[in-house]
Every structure is written in structure tokens, then in C-alpha cells.
């Protein structure tokens, strides 16, 4: 499928990678841009080869957050009658495979909201990340007054969404926004060597794992828990935990099937 917005790739056969490509714009996300990022990530999520993902841009931006060009006129009918960033911003949300966001430079507004819709967020050294939409006359408004204070606490939160300031990957480090941060040059080598670790496991255990995570976000600690406990029961059905254990026991490699 031809894209006009990203550039779609797999790395070793298993690993899917999806690069915005706006760079004069630096990235900024508009609304066929995110029906491309969409489309690809799905057809990653069916296909049986792949067993990670991961969404980057380009040196200079991850994305410089949504078009704010293409939003400058829109008035309320426009934004809520078509429903505007609910209708395709968040399909990676929908995705069940494991997608990891390799940031480097301006991750801002919808572009760190994005970042922090995948599952963990990897950063080079140059990453900047921010909620600048109070300069703008309005707020975040695809998850990042959600997310955010979930990621780096309400204190941090508060300042990025009020004063519309900038974290570096320093900070966002610090502040558990990101859970790696490496040297610009070495940032998709280190999303790709922490994706193939995730393609070598059974893709039935990576989907259990991140949604019983992302359950975290949704649930009170008691009903987390029990929801983790049935899918542990659950991977017990699975050859892939046969597979595993005696793979362990007998001190060889496990070959998962996922099945
Ligand atoms: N949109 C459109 N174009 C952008 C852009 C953006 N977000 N960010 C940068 N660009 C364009 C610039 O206009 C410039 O284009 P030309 O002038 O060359 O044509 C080009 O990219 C290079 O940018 P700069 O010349 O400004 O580059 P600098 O290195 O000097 O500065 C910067 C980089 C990232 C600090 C600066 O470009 C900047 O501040 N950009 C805007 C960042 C921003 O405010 N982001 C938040 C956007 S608001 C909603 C839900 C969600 C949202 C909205 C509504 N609803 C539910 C209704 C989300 C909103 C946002 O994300």
C-alpha cells in the first residue's frame, strides 16, 4: 500500500516500524497521516510474523503535535459532529501486540500524546517532550491530561499542561515518562534490540502482559489483580507454557509457536 504521510518497514521479518514522514512540518499530525499510521499499525497487529512494533520520526521530531494549521478554523460542530481525534488518533490504543515509541527531538502536544498512547516510550538524547496547547487558547485533548499525570505525577503534570514548558530526556527519564534514554545515533538500534527480545517470547504471554498493564490504568488494585491472576491461569492452557517451562528445565532454548 502506497502512504504519503509514513514509511512502513520490517526489520528481521517480525519487527514492524512505522516513521512519520512530514519533515517539513516536523511531523505534525493531521488527519490522513493518522488514518496511514492506523492502517499500518493494524495490518502489523494481523500479521502472524509480526510480533512487536515501533513508531519513530525522524531525527529533528518524533511530531510537533496535531496540525495546527489544519485545525485553525475548525469550530465546535467540526470537531465534536465528526468527532474529531476519537474517530482514528487512538487506534493504537486497539493495537494488542506490543508497540514501542522511539522518540527523538519534539515529541509535543498530540505527538507526545501518541508517544504515550504505545506501550513504553524509548528516548534519544535530544527528545523534548510537551503539552503546549495552553498557548495555543486550548488544552490537551487527546489523552495527555490523562496519561501524563499517570506517567510523571500530578506536580510535573500540572507544570507541563499550565505553563506549556518542555521535559528533556533527562527529565523525562527521571520522571518515568520514558524508560530508556540513548545517545540520538543508537535510538533505533536500542527500540529494535528491545523489540526482537520481545519477538523471542510467545506473542500469546506479550498480548497478556500489556493488557493486564494497561489494565493497571483502568481498574481499582483489587479487580488489576484478579484480572492479571485469570489471564495467568489462562497462559497455562497454552503449549507455549509448556514450551517455556520445559525449555527451562531442561536447559535449552524455547521455541514458542505461539498457540
Ligand atoms: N502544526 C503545523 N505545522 C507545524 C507544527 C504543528 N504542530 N509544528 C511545526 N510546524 C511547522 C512550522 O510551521 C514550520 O513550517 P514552515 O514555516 O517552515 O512552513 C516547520 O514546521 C518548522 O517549524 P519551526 O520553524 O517552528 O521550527 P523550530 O525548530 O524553530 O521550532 C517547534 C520547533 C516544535 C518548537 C515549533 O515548530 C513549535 O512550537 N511548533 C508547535 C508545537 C505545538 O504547539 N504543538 C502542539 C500543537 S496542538 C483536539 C485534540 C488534540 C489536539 C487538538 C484538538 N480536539 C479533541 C479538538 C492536539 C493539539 C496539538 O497537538
Known sequence: MAHEFIQVRTEAGKVGIVQLDRPKQLNALNEPLMDELGAALKAFDADPAIGCMIVTGSEKAFAAGADIGAMAGYSFADTYGRDYITRNWETVRTIRKPVIAAVSGFALGGGCELAMMCDFIIAADNARFGQPEIKLGIIPGAGGTQRLPRAVGKAKAMDMALTGRMMDA???????????????????????????????????ATMAAKESVNRAFESGLSDGVMFERRLFHALFATADQKEGMDAFVNKRKPHFQNR
Do not use: H, T
Request: charged share 25%; proline share 0%; aromatic share 2%.
Open 170 to 204: 533527562a527529565e523525562a527519564e527521571r520522571s518515568g515518562l520514558v524508560s530508556r534514554v540513548v545517545a540520538v545515533d543508537k535510538l533505533m538500534d536500542e527500540a529494535l534490540g528491545a523489540a526482537l527480545v520481545i519477538c523471542e517470547f510467545s506473542q500469546l
